[in-house]
């Protein structure tokens, strides 16, 4: 499939390149709302996103504990007393109490539907995000203006930051109270292996919710790293820009400027993407251990779940819990994620594909230099994979990440939410 409907209708100076170039690096990999009013003003805005999605989450997991505390412990005498206290106090009856809880949960378990739909069906259109660069001109940088980009991400960064620390902070109280509220109600102490699983669910915890923690201060050295590297590129390119511009003839500017920027669009992020891999090389890893140990805790509690155990049912709603947080604090590891190795070769071997039944293509019908045309299909191979949809992009940036491995994890919270909501109806 050729490339036909992203240029632009016109290009009318050399100098728009700069601000085409870096509005496309930050709308793949950033999605930074800005103009250079803000810059002036060192204003930047707060993106609370993800902590109220945490929140969310956080609400509805406390919401299936009360639930399956309410009924699959309604012989407990502790907790039979706490509902006859709200019972007095609320004059709310107990059925009417668990249905409204249900109901509450299944609105919040909507969200998935949602979100999942447009993290799967979203598609980048190259054409809008190169004629909003030339219609929109107060969005035009200026050298100065980047310092105060920098100063007022490292501001943002820090109280983002600062943030998710506390909110680490409570939601590990929050695990450590529902265990041991688990281990009082229930008889898991006489249960090694629930013990076990539920240990292992809390140093899981522990370290996801650290990363996540760190992950603007993540963002903050890479989008600084990445000012730099495009500064410099940006000179090197403006000046043959121009020589190339003197040296040919009019008729032909445009396609030497389009395929001379977009080759070079391309080489500029599969090296940002090696300096992403080389720096999180050790957290990738991590990080795809820490899933495959999900699996597996995953696989053995859905099995002992079968047996009708309540302490191994109170243990996947821990699964469930944690497996919901993965999947909405997912910067730190889409970000790990971006370019390991199979990805890696994934891409490359796409790449050289399409080249190879393009360069086939084109030979029929035209006889031009072979190279040449490989070259400048290659390089367009890059926006092609991006507009189809070929290399995961989600919501929030561009991230060599497949399809499949979301379909993967989201199909996981919904097989595990179907198992709870089952012993909820019952």
């Known amino acids: 499939m050729e490339m036909k409907d992203w240029r632009p209708f016109r290009i009318e100076s050399v100098g728009e390149i700069f601000q085409k170039y870096f509005d496309a690096m930050q709308k793949y990999i950033y999605r930074i709302r800005f103009t250079s009013a803000e810059y002036q003003r060192k204003e ?10 945490s929140l969310w989450a956080c609400i509805r997991t406390i919401l299936q504990c009360l639930l399956s505390l309410a009924i699959r412990f309604n012989r407990n005498e502790e907790v039979n007393s706490s509902f006859e206290f709200l019972k007095e106090k609320l004059d709310l009856d107990i059925r009417k109490f668990n249905l409204i809880i249900f109901l509450c949960i299944l609105f919040m378990e909507s969200y998935w539907l949602f979100s999942f739909h447009h993290v799967i069906n979203y598609r980048l259109r190259i054409v809008n995000v190169f004629d909003d660069c030339i219609k929109n001109s107060d969005r035009i940088l200026f050298l100065k203006n980047r310092q105060h980009l920098i100063d007022g991400f490292v501001l943002v960064s820090f109280i983002i930051g600062t943030i998710a620390k506390i909110t680490k902070i409570i939601l590990l109280l929050l695990y450590c109270s ?4 688990i281990i009082y109600l229930t008889s898991i102490l006489h249960n090694p292996i629930a013990i076990i699983v ?3 669910f809390m140093f899981v915890s522990i370290q996801h919710f650290d990363g996540f923690s760190n992950i603007v201060y993540v963002i903050m050295i890479f989008f600084s790293f ?7 590129r940006f000179k090197e390119l403006i000046i043959r820009l121009r020589s190339i511009v003197s040296a040919i003839r009019m008729r032909n500017t445009f396609y030497y400027i389009e395929s001379f920027a977009i080759r070079h669009l391309n080489e ?5 993407c090696d300096q992403i ?3 999180n090389v050790h957290t990738s890893q991590d990080f795809m251990f820490m899933e495959l140990m999900f699996k597996y805790v995953m696989i053995f509690s859905t099995y002992q779940l079968q047996k009708y155990s309540i302490s191994h049912f109170m243990v996947i709603v821990f699964v469930v819990l944690t497996l919901q947080f993965f999947l909405i604090n997912h910067a730190l590891y889409f970000m790990a994620a971006k370019l390991p190795i199979s990805n890696q070769l994934y891409y490359q071997l796409s790449v050289n594909i399409d080249a190879r039944i393009q360069f086939k293509t084109m030979r029929k019908f035209q006889k031009r230099n072979g190279p040449a045309i490989c070259t400048k299909l290659k390089a367009n191979t890059f926006m092609q994979l991006v507009n189809e949809n070929r290399v995961g992009l989600s919501c929030d940036g561009m991230y060599l990440l497949t399809k499949m491995k979301l379909i993967e994890i989201f199909s996981l919270n919904v097989v595990l939410n179907i198992l709870i909501y089952k012993h909820f109806i019952r």
């Open 178 to 181: 529902v265990a041991a509220i």
């Open 226 to 232: 990445t000012l730099k590297f495009y500064h410099i």
């Open 268 to 272: 500029d992020y599969v090296k940002i």
């Open 44 to 53: 930047m805005r707060l993106d609370f996103k993800r902590f109220r999605l």
């Open 198 to 200: 539920i240990v292992f």
């Open 277 to 279: 891999h080389r720096i």
